[in-house]
């Protein structure tokens, strides 16, 4: 199964996020739902750094991507965030037994 953690601040603007699991719905680099959620995280973080000059708290590895913005949520790394969350969502409803997400606010 594949979490995604979001977390919010008090304004309700994502400031991390944290995708763990596989989705072993089939064999490795062949998953469509792996590929799908992973093609929206990786472009969200490339949105951030590259387009947006964002620094991050990254952390990466097999079965795990961790992103924290190193400077408070603003309008435009929310709209990156709330695009990709968009996209997960929707894949988490045509896989609901392979995709979970939390939402948590602060």
């Known amino acids: 199964m594949i979490r995604v953690e979001i977390v919010r601040n008090r304004a ?3 400031e991390s996020f944290c ?5 072993n719905t089939a064999p490795h680099g ?9 093609a929206l995280t990786d472009s969200a973080v490339l949105g951030l750094e590259r387009h947006l000059g964002r620094k991050l708290t990254l952390q990466a ?6 992103v924290k913005l ?3 949520p603003d309008e435009r790394t929310d709209a990156i965030l709330e695009t990709m969350l968009l996209g997960i969502k929707e894949i ?3 896989y609901p037994r392979i ?4 939402e948590h606010g602060r």
Request: net charge positive; glycine share 16%; with cysteine.
């Open 19 to 23: 995708v763990t699991g596989h989705a």
């Open 30 to 38: 062949a998953d469509i739902v792996c590929a799908g959620v992973s």
């Open 70 to 72: 190193a400077a408070p």
């Open 12 to 14: 309700g603007a994502i």
């Open 61 to 66: 590895g097999s079965g795990l991507l961790s």
């Open 99 to 102: 995709v979970r997400i939390v």
């Open 92 to 94: 988490a409803r045509l």
